[in-house]
């Protein structure tokens, strides 16, 4: 069983930054393809970034390309996602989540482990 742990959310205002940490407990980290998701109110949740078991394979959602840089630390069994130039259009809940599978999609049905989540909210 693998317990995710999101932090960094916050208030912030438009055109500015955030870095989001996920930090993985009670597996392997390094075995799994790790993702972002976000979910804003009213809305179902959405796929923003995925990477790879090494980071040798990374996707963004469209919306997000250019904007947010996903990362992990395998040491430190962390995964990250920096977030520049903020728009009160990713105002939403951030979600980490683990797949075992090598090249997930997506889907959040292909996510096995979710974190709680963590706050985002831009103000205009």
């Known amino acids: 069983q693998v317990q995710l742990v999101e932090s960094g959310g916050g208030l912030v205002q438009a055109g500015g930054s955030l870095r989001l940490s996920c930090v993985a407990s009670?597996?392997?980290?390094?075995?799994?393809?790790m993702a972002w998701f976000r979910q804003a109110p009213g809305k179902d949740r959405e796929f923003v970034a995925r990477?790879?078991?090494?980071?040798?394979?990374?996707r963004y959602a469209d919306s997000v390309k250019g904007q947010f840089t996903i990362s992990r630390d395998n040491a430190k069994n962390t995964v990250y996602l920096q977030m520049n130039s903020l728009e009160p259009e990713d105002t939403a809940v951030y979600y980490c989540?683990?797949?075992?599978?090598?090249?997930?999609?997506?889907?959040?049905?292909?996510?096995?482990?979710w974190g709680q989540g963590t706050q985002v909210t831009v103000s205009s």
């Open positions: 990477i790879t078991r090494n980071s040798g394979n990374i």
């Open positions: 989540a683990a797949a075992k599978t090598l090249l997930p999609g997506i889907g959040s049905d292909g996510y096995l482990y």
């Open positions: 009670g597996g392997t980290f390094s075995t799994y393809a």
